[in-house]
């Protein structure tokens, strides 16, 4: 069975661009979790998806958005860029509404320059 | 709001010394309890649970018991070895499966 994936593996941007990072859950999953994982900082929960709709979101500025699609996929947008978005990016997902039990893809690691 | 607080780390021992890491929580209602693992250039994998008071939970040799007495959820292991060296996060999941995780730490076992 196929795990959780993430596109692109790593992702360089400048200061003001935006980012688009990609996360496919494993099959049979609806639930999808953002989080970021900054040097030093541990995972800081970003956001929350189920069933296509946001559930919950981590204490981020409005920059910070994403989506999931009807196959349950999800992207992650990052809007005008800082230095401080720095970070691997970790997508997770489980059965559902109910089901706590996590399983984490191998991440995006977004450098901005 | 709900926290996870662990020891910083990192943590340096010889093979088959006992471990322990020490977590605690802040929580209201009735969070669930994870230890995570995120081996070197891996993703974090689920290494144990425990959904309420006095559970324990285990795997490969590893275990936590949810105590809420003292809102902690410690992780021992009674024998590392060098390829337990990875970084462990403690985490809850509070009554709105919104997930809270410590800062990590990292576990270094010397041969």
């Known amino acids: 069975e196929a795990g959780v994936t993430q596109s692109p593996t790593h992702l360089i941007k400048t200061r003001g661009q935006q980012a688009t990072l990609r996360c496919s859950p494993i099959?049979?999953?609806?639930?999808v979790y953002w989080y970021q994982q900054a040097l030093g900082l541990g995972l800081q929960f970003l956001l929350w998806?189920?069933?296509?709709?946001?559930?919950n979101r981590g204490n981020f500025p409005p920059r910070f958005s994403g989506r999931q699609f009807p196959n349950y996929s999800s992207e992650l947008n990052v809007n005008a860029l800082e230095l401080e978005d720095s970070a691997l990016y970790l997508c997770a997902s489980s059965l559902g509404d109910g089901y706590n039990e996590q399983f984490f893809g191998p991440g995006t690691r977004l450098t901005v320059l | 709001g709900d926290s996870v607080t662990q020891m910083e780390g990192p943590v340096t021992l010889s093979e088959e010394a006992f471990l322990t890491i020490n977590c605690t929580y802040t929580a209201t209602g009735y969070p669930s309890l994870f230890w995570y693992v995120q081996y070197p250039g891996e993703g974090l994998q689920l290494l144990l649970k425990a959904t309420k008071a006095d559970d324990k939970g285990s795997n490969k040799g590893f275990e936590a018991t949810y105590r809420k007495e003292t809102t902690s959820f410690h992780l021992e292991k009674g024998s590392v070895q060098v390829s337990d060296s990875a970084v462990y996060f403690c985490?809850?999941?509070?009554?709105?499966?919104?997930?809270?995780f410590g800062s990590g730490t990292k576990l270094n076992v010397k041969p």
């Open positions: 998806y189920d069933e296509g709709e946001e559930r």
């Open positions: 099959s049979g999953h609806t639930s």
């Open positions: 985490a809850l999941s509070d009554d709105f499966n919104k997930f809270y």
